[in-house]
């Protein structure tokens, strides 16, 4: 089997049925753009590498396309994916030539699963697909009080791929709403402090909508997603800052620089412990207590500090977080030594911490 990578060949067809705003095949072709290249024609095929093509109008379950594929590699001639007798999709290996105008055919034919492909024939076959692409926008990694926050970015996300804004346009943005929220926040006002804590509520929400609107425009990029975890740090930072800063201004003698050095130690601690022991693996991996301290680490902190301001009590939260996030990334050490003791005998892939 060669080692050439897949090219993918996107039928010529530009009126191919659209899937929030972008045309069905092409949306197929960028989520499996991981395991190989895109072809406009068939003139930009190399011949000595194997190629998928795909039908236009509908839409693919990956993971049966994938299966499609793992069959279909080992086999020397040409394969079809047949689903209700039509065929939706052909592998050609390497060094066997497309067929006359790169038409969907295969000398091996092979069944195809009954979810692994979509018609998009009416409105209301489009409007489903859709629908369970929103769906797909959910993270495993949300918050728990996050996924609140989900339902309305993807809201927002739906008006917004409608628009020429960018992904880095929106982080930006929130980013500036994180901030002024955060300097509202520090104010000793009730009024002042409150506005600024449901600023940041908001920055939250848009927080999720950079991504997505990413993912829906098939505009994903490292340095996008690098942009993206700065701004969210920038933004955590400043609201740790910012609530010291109000205790302070509210009662100037109150005890602020103990816990304030507290949480903002805590805070930069419990980032790096995470990002080192589960943010680094791979998203499959983050499974069990990892991903219960990777919902943790999220945003849901927002809704205390919402509610806190909300009764004029950020100095509890204060006190709260100073010494709950230190708990946090010191028993995140422990999880990791327990389960790293008991890894050997089951070959667990783990990072060394």
């Given at each position: 089997?060669?080692?050439?990578?897949?090219?993918?060949?996107?039928?010529?067809?530009?009126?191919?049925?659209?899937?929030?705003?972008?045309?069905?095949?092409?949306?197929?072709?960028?989520?499996?753009?991981e395991?190989?290249?895109?072809?406009?024609?068939a003139?930009d095929?190399?011949?000595?590498?194997?190629?998928?093509r795909?039908?236009?109008?509908?839409?693919y379950?990956?993971?049966?396309?994938?299966g499609?594929?793992?069959?279909?590699?080992?086999?020397?001639?040409?394969?079809a994916?047949?689903?209700?007798?039509?065929?939706?999709?052909?592998?050609?290996?390497?060094?066997?030539?497309?067929?006359?105008?790169?038409?969907?055919?295969?000398?091996?034919?092979?069944?195809?699963?009954?979810?692994?492909?979509?018609?998009?024939?009416?409105?209301?076959?489009?409007?489903?697909?859709e629908?369970?692409?929103f769906r797909?926008?959910?993270?495993?990694?949300?918050?728990?009080?996050?996924?609140?926050?989900r339902?309305?970015?993807?809201?927002?996300?739906?008006?917004?791929?409608?628009?020429?804004?960018?992904?880095?346009?929106?982080?930006?943005f929130?980013?500036?709403v994180?901030?002024?929220?955060?300097?509202?926040?520090?104010?000793?006002?009730y009024?002042?402090?409150?506005?600024?804590?449901?600023?940041?509520?908001?920055?939250?929400?848009?927080?999720?909508?950079?991504?997505?609107?990413?993912?829906?425009?098939?505009?994903?990029?490292?340095?996008?997603?690098?942009?993206d975890?700065?701004?969210?740090?920038?933004?955590?930072v400043?609201?740790?800052?910012?609530?010291?800063?109000?205790?302070?201004?509210?009662?100037?003698?109150?005890?602020?620089w103990?816990?304030?050095?507290?949480?903002?130690?805590?805070?930069?601690?419990?980032?790096?412990?995470?990002w080192?022991l589960?943010?680094?693996?791979?998203?499959?991996?983050?499974?069990?207590a990892?991903?219960?301290?990777?919902?943790?680490?999220?945003?849901?902190?927002?809704?205390?500090?919402?509610?806190?301001?909300?009764i004029?009590?950020?100095?509890?939260?204060?006190?709260?977080?100073?010494?709950?996030?230190?708990?946090?990334?010191?028993?995140?050490?422990?999880?990791?030594a327990?389960?790293?003791?008991?890894?050997?005998?089951?070959?667990?892939g783990?990072?060394?911490?």
């Open positions: 089997m060669s080692d050439a990578p897949l090219q993918i060949l996107l039928p010529e067809r530009s009126d191919g049925p659209m899937v929030a705003g972008v045309p069905a095949a092409l949306r197929t072709a960028q989520a499996l753009g395991d190989g290249r895109l072809c406009r024609t003139a095929v190399a011949a000595d590498a194997p190629v998928l795909l039908r236009p109008d509908g839409v379950d990956l993971e049966a396309l994938r499609f594929l793992a069959q279909a590699r080992p086999i020397a001639a040409s394969s994916w047949l689903w209700k007798g039509q065929v939706i999709a052909a592998y050609t290996p390497p060094g066997r030539g497309l067929p006359p105008e790169g038409g969907l055919d295969g000398e091996r034919r092979l069944e195809a699963p009954g979810p692994a492909w979509q018609p998009l024939i009416t409105e209301a076959d489009r409007r489903e697909a629908e369970r692409l797909s926008l959910r993270s495993e990694s949300d918050g728990y009080l996050a996924r609140l926050d339902t309305l970015s993807i809201a927002i996300s739906k008006r917004l791929i409608r628009t020429r804004v960018t992904p880095n346009q929106i982080t930006t929130s980013l500036l994180g901030l002024a929220g955060a300097g509202l926040l520090a104010s000793a006002a009024g002042t402090s409150l506005l600024g804590a449901l600023l940041l509520w908001s920055c939250c929400v848009l927080d999720g909508c950079d991504g997505e609107v990413a993912r829906l425009k098939l505009m994903c990029s490292e340095e996008g997603a690098l942009y975890v700065i701004a969210d740090n920038v933004v955590h400043a609201i740790f800052v910012a609530v010291p800063l109000h205790v302070r201004a509210a009662d100037p003698g109150a005890s602020f103990a816990p304030g050095t507290l949480l903002i130690s805590g805070v930069l601690l419990s980032m790096f412990w995470v080192r589960i943010l680094r693996r791979p998203e499959g991996a983050r499974r069990g990892s991903r219960v301290y990777e919902r943790i680490a999220s945003r849901d902190f927002i809704y205390l500090v919402v509610a806190f301001a909300a004029g009590r950020l100095g509890w939260f204060l006190w709260s977080a100073a010494i709950g996030s230190h708990l946090f990334w010191l028993s995140l050490i422990v999880m990791e327990i389960g790293a003791g008991a890894s050997p005998s089951t070959g667990s783990r990072a060394p911490a």
